[in-house]
């Protein structure tokens, strides 16, 4: 398997490979983001007599999920990684072109070079579960757009009549979602308890829950720290030698809806959670700022529901894992 390796670049309506023989050689092609383009990549793989490979592709959202599931289906082994993985190895190369293609077969390298962990698909209920919260997420845009627009100066009569439906529209289909997001949860029993083990956790409701249940899906983690990187809740320090004395901030390169998702959690967790409340304390006690507090607690929160998924437990302050 390790003398084919393809490198995937996802984009919206497409997709570009580049498969890496064992001789070194490449061989690149495009298809449509589509179930037609991903029988045609198989039937192009057959053709390059390609039975088994490595295929390795960039975790960037929903595009390239279900790609990924149909190589993992075809019997192919396949690793999805960070971006900035890809990043920094195409900075090591010192690349400056940059184009589909190119980043194609730059993560065809990465792949043959760094050999990253295989991939393992989310369950179909899971799969399920962030497509609604995604469209939730739309929702919720959709309807921020039309009250922006709703309080625009000088719009007539009728134009604001037609916003006001659309918004009452847009309002009753996230009622229904959320109802049907519920109902989701309570019809598959281990998406269930997964849930009320978070709900355990105050600050924690139910929205946080399904939010955090969706996102932290797409890719498997060992530890604490790997997940709270993905969400870009890592500290990034900026200090070289005896000049640099930068300010360090939150990497903030990963899963934005994870963030977004702790942030008000966050806020809760301190007035409600004693374990994070004692935690902000001993923060405010050391100077910190107040942004840096609410970072520090969504980061530790995210602790928190790992540990509490990884040993199916409810939260007790009393009790402290070892979940880094």
Same mark, same amino acid.
Request: aromatic share 6%; charged share 25%.
């Given at each position: 398997?390790?003398?084919?390796?393809?490198?995937?670049?996802?984009?919206?309506?497409?997709?570009?490979?580049?498969?890496?023989?064992?001789?070194?050689?490449?061989?690149?092609?495009?298809?449509?983001?589509?179930?037609?383009?991903?029988?045609?990549?198989?039937?192009?793989?057959?053709?390059?007599?390609?039975?088994?490979?490595?295929?390795?592709?960039?975790?960037?959202?929903?595009?390239?999920?279900?790609?990924?599931?149909?190589?993992?289906?075809?019997?192919?082994?396949?690793?999805?990684?960070?971006?900035?993985?890809?990043?920094?190895?195409?900075?090591?190369?010192?690349?400056?072109?940059?184009?589909?293609?190119?980043?194609?077969?730059?993560?065809?390298?990465?792949?043959?070079?760094?050999?990253?962990?295989?991939?393992?698909?989310?369950?179909?209920?899971? @799969?399920? &579960?962030? #497509?609604?919260?995604?469209? =939730?997420? $739309?929702?919720?845009?959709?309807?921020?757009?039309? +009250?922006? /627009?709703?309080?625009?100066?000088?719009?007539?009569?009728?134009?604001?009549?037609?916003?006001?439906?659309?918004?009452?529209?847009?309002?009753?289909?996230?009622?229904?979602?959320?109802?049907?997001?519920?109902?989701?949860?309570?019809?598959?029993?281990?998406?269930?308890?997964?849930?009320?083990?978070?709900?355990?956790?105050?600050?924690?409701?139910?929205?946080?829950?399904?939010?955090?249940?969706?996102?932290?899906?797409?890719?498997?983690?060992?530890?604490? @720290?790997? &997940?709270? #990187?993905?969400?870009?809740? =890592?500290? $990034?320090?900026?200090?070289?030698?005896?000049?640099? +004395?930068? /300010?360090?901030?939150?990497?903030?390169?990963?899963?934005?809806?994870?963030?977004?998702?702790?942030?008000?959690?966050?806020?809760?967790?301190?007035?409600?959670?004693?374990?994070?409340?004692?935690?902000?304390?001993?923060?405010?006690?050391?100077?910190?700022?107040?942004?840096?507090?609410?970072?520090?607690?969504?980061?530790?929160?995210?602790?928190?529901?790992?540990?509490?998924?990884?040993?199916?437990?409810?939260?007790?302050?009393?009790?402290?894992?070892?979940?880094?």
């Amino acid at each position: 398997m390790a003398g084919n390796i393809l490198g995937v670049d996802v984009s919206k309506r497409k997709f570009d490979v580049a498969l890496l023989r064992a001789d070194g050689k490449h061989r690149a092609h495009a298809f449509p983001n589509s179930e037609a383009g991903f029988g045609q990549l198989a039937q192009w793989l057959r053709g390059m007599g390609v039975e088994q490979m490595h295929a390795c592709l960039e975790s960037t959202g929903s595009y390239g999920l279900a790609l990924a599931s149909f190589l993992h289906d075809q019997g192919h082994l396949v690793s999805v990684v960070n971006p900035a993985c890809i990043k920094a190895f195409a900075d090591s190369e010192l690349r400056r072109a940059k184009t589909d293609r190119v980043d194609a077969k730059v993560i065809a390298r990465f792949c043959a070079a760094m050999h990253p962990a295989p991939w393992q698909p989310p369950a179909a209920e899971l @799969r399920e &579960l962030q #497509a609604l919260m995604r469209r =939730v997420e $739309s929702l919720q845009q959709m309807i921020q757009q039309e +009250r922006n /627009r709703l309080e625009a100066p000088g719009i007539s009569a009728a134009v604001r009549a037609s916003l006001e439906r659309t918004l009452e529209l847009l309002q009753e289909e996230l009622v229904r979602l959320r109802r049907q997001i519920g109902d989701h949860l309570d019809q598959h029993p281990e998406l269930k308890r997964r849930r009320d083990l978070l709900r355990s956790i105050p600050g924690i409701g139910e929205t946080t829950a399904a939010w955090l249940l969706s996102e932290m899906s797409a890719i498997q983690f060992g530890r604490a @720290r790997q &997940l709270a #990187a993905y969400a870009g809740l =890592v500290p $990034s320090p900026r200090e070289s030698g005896s000049s640099v +004395r930068g /300010r360090g901030r939150l990497s903030k390169r990963g899963n934005l809806r994870l963030r977004r998702a702790l942030y008000w959690p966050a806020i809760v967790a301190m007035q409600h959670n004693p374990t994070l409340r004692a935690f902000a304390h001993r923060l405010r006690l050391a100077g910190k700022p107040t942004m840096v507090i609410i970072a520090a607690l969504m980061r530790k929160l995210l602790h928190i529901a790992f540990g509490v998924l990884k040993h199916g437990r409810p939260f007790d302050p009393n009790y402290h894992p070892t979940t880094t």
